[in-house]
């Protein structure tokens, strides 16, 4: 078996049908296996995918798993030489995966080739391929201080110019061989950053590359884990953004992840009496139109939750409670 195509279904049978569709409309030249890993989606996911697509290897982890711990279900029942891990909410429109098969298998020197994603008006979607780029999206400064970011957060030199340092968890392919000598996704993570921490491990044993023959259409289904409410000071999801600080301590270590959470902490309490000042001197009523300051310092609250156990690197599920998934719960 060539490949093995990893998709994970939660709740999204429709978007994984039209996936699976294109996939057979454009994937020709090679032999591969589709593996559906559904999260305990609990509805008819199962009829619906298998009424339209019978010959898929069905997978059912039992909870919501995320999407490291569903690709890692995946990958240990997966039969392929070749592992590509391909979200639901994506379409096909060229032989791309055995194109990126060949690549992979003919370039020795590449641990993981990663697509560039479209969107559906074939326009260029923006990802971020390196590491300080996404670093001084972190931080929240004015718009007339991001320069002096790049100071502390220059962008990587490489010789090879399809070269980069994160993936693209949509859209990537590796070959057994890699996993097995960087080891599994981090099952630590539940949603977001985990292809970044696995993308530490991955660049020591080859080039992580894009290519511009190398596409897909990314549709980016809805999730009650999207950030939503966005401002200047309000621009990640809460979930995303245990995640992001997860990874930050484990590539970069205590200080960075330390000067993160002192920055969050002191924008919140900042914003809030920022705006509570403003409202008096106005002759305003104090607590006048403060849903962002609101906003983010909710958001730094759960921060503040997993804050032990990121700092001491604690193994576990780093997934947030329903109660706590303020882009949903603050409308």
């Not at 509805?43 to 995320?66: C, F, M, R």
């Not at 392919?173 to 985990?194: N, P, Q, W």
């Not at 200047?232 to 200080?255: A, C, D, H």
Request: aromatic residues 16%; contains cysteine; positive net charge.
């Amino acid at each position: 078996m060539d490949v093995s195509i990893i998709i994970i279904n939660y709740k999204s049978a429709e978007l994984t049908v039209q996936c699976i569709t294109s996939i057979k409309k454009f994937t020709s030249g090679i032999t591969y296996e589709i593996v559906v890993v559904d999260n305990f989606s609990e509805d008819n996911s199962e009829e619906i995918i298998k009424t339209a697509h019978p010959d898929i290897l069905w997978v059912q982890t039992g909870y919501n798993a995320g999407f490291s711990r569903g690709n890692n279900a995946g990958f240990s029942v997966a039969k392929g030489n070749y592992l590509l891990l391909l979200n639901a909410d994506t379409l096909l429109f060229e032989n791309t995966i055995k194109l990126t098969f060949k690549r992979l298998h003919e370039r020795k020197d590449i641990s993981v080739i990663a697509g560039l994603q479209l969107f559906p008006d074939m326009s260029l979607m923006p990802y971020f391929r390196n590491r300080n780029e996404f670093r001084k999206f972190l931080y929240v400064v004015p718009n007339r201080f991001n320069h002096n970011l790049d100071k502390f957060f220059p962008e990587p030199q490489f010789s090879d110019p399809n070269q980069a340092e994160l993936p693209c968890g949509a859209f990537m392919m590796l070959s057994r061989e890699t996993i097995d000598k960087v080891g599994a996704m981090d099952e630590d993570f539940f949603m977001y950053a985990e292809d970044f921490e696995w993308a530490s491990r991955l660049r020591k044993v080859g080039k992580l590359c894009y290519f511009d023959d190398i596409k897909f259409i990314h549709l980016e289904k809805p999730s009650p884990f999207r950030r939503t409410n966005i401002t200047p000071i309000n621009k990640f999801g809460t979930q995303m953004q245990v995640s992001n600080l997860l990874w930050v301590r484990k590539e970069y270590g205590i200080m960075p992840y330390l000067f993160l959470i002192f920055h969050y902490v002191t924008l919140a309490i900042f914003f809030y009496v920022w705006k509570i000042t403003v409202n008096i001197s106005k002759l305003r009523n104090p607590f006048f139109q403060l849903r962002s300051q609101k906003i983010l310092l909710l958001k730094t609250k759960v921060y503040l939750k997993f804050f032990w156990k990121t700092l001491f690197k604690i193994k576990g599920f780093y997934k947030i409670a329903e109660a706590d998934n303020i882009d949903v719960n603050y409308q």
